[in-house]
Structures are given as C-alpha cells and as structure tokens.
Nanobody, 121 residues
Framework: QVQLVESGGGLVQAGGSLRLSCAAS????????MGWFRQPPGKEREFVAA????????YYADSVKGRFTISRDNAKNTVYLQMNSLKPEDTAVYYC??????????????WGQGTQVTVSS
C-alpha cells in the first residue's frame, strides 16, 4: 500500500490558479489509479478528478470540467491537480486517494491527510 502526502494548497483570489501535488511512497505507484476528492465546509466529501493506473484515462466532476486537469508522473511517484479559473465554491479540503489497478478511483485503498484550498471572492 502507498502512503500519500498532499501539498500546494493555499489562499487564492477568484480567477486564480493553484497546483496541488500528491507524493506517494513505495515502488508500486504505477499500479494505482489516483483520484482527487474534496470536502467543502459543512458538506460531504465529493469526487473531483481521477486518472487511471495507466494514465490513459481521466475523469472529472462536471463542476470542474474544463478548469481542472489531473496528471501523473510515475517517475516521481506524484499526481497533480492543476486548478485554473478558481471560484469561491472550490473552497474545500482537497484529498488525494489511491486505488490499486483502478481506472476511475471509486473505493480508495488509502487517503492523504488533505490540503486546504481557499478561494476568496
């Protein structure tokens, strides 16, 4: 099983950009489908984006489609979430998740600790 550590969160104005990173430990990263989820204040955790273990397929929530891009670098054991045109409703704690051999992460095997993203209006 991998261990996940997110970074890159912070405070940004509406319309701005942030790039989140999730670094994974272990030698089996390339066999894990990876996903990003978020939990807005007072709400349930929700799916944001996913990338298959092969890297050939990506998936996005409708609310972020066209603004966010998920990618992975297996040589660095890292998955990224590039977030552009940020809106106040994107404010949330963002979590990285991993699921072995997943095409689209649905039932993660492990989670990161989360990183706060705050978008001011």
């Amino acid at each position: 099983q991998v261990q996940l550590v997110e970074s890159g969160g912070g405070l940004v104005q509406a319309g701005g950009s942030l790039r989140l990173s999730c670094a994974a430990s272990g030698r089996t990263f390339s066999s894990y489908g990876m996903g990003w989820f978020r939990q807005p204040p007072g709400k349930e955790r929700e799916f944001v984006a996913a990338i298959s273990w092969s890297g050939r397929s990506t998936y996005y929530a409708d609310s972020v489609k066209g603004r966010f891009t998920i990618s992975r670098d297996n040589a660095k054991n890292t998955v990224y979430l590039q977030m552009n045109s940020l809106k106040p409703e994107d404010t949330a704690v963002y979590y990285c998740a991993a699921e072995r051999w997943a095409v689209r992460t649905a039932v993660p095997d492990c989670w990161g600790q989360g990183t706060q993203v705050t978008v001011s209006s």
